[in-house]
């Protein structure tokens, strides 16, 4: 059974900083892409950003610049690193890992960011 954990949300202020943690049960290598995907009130999850199992990094656009997907594979965690946040980045985050065709969640985690 594979298990996703996020933390590191939270309140901040436009302009400020939120790292979040996704921490797998079990090595990341096992799945060959990771990223994290947001949900704000009353719209559909959209796609964040995205590492695959070599490292390649893909963002949206909206995020590009601001945002940085990072891992640490002895920790089994991936990051995404939130630089000058934005109220419009309110929203709750979800970490997901796909292996084979099958898409793993995380419980998600709210980042609510004050103008």
């Known amino acids: 059974q594979v298990q996703l954990v996020e933390s590191g949300g939270g309140l901040v202020q436009a302009g400020g900083s939120l790292r979040l943690s996704c921490v797998a049960s079990?090595?990341?290598?096992?799945?060959?892409?990771m990223g994290w995907h947001r949900q704000a009130p009353g719209k559909q999850r959209e796609l964040v950003g995205t590492i695959t199992g070599g490292g390649m990094l893909d963002y949206v656009d909206s995020v590009k610049g601001r945002f940085t997907i990072s891992r640490d594979i002895p920790k089994n965690t991936i990051y995404l690193q939130m630089n000058n946040l934005k109220p419009e980045d309110t929203a709750v985050y979800y970490c997901?890992?796909?292996?084979?065709?099958?898409?793993?969640w995380g419980q998600g985690t709210q980042v609510t960011v004050s103008s």
């Open positions: 079990g090595s990341i290598f096992q799945f060959h892409v």
């Open positions: 997901n890992a796909r292996r084979g065709t099958t898409d793993f």
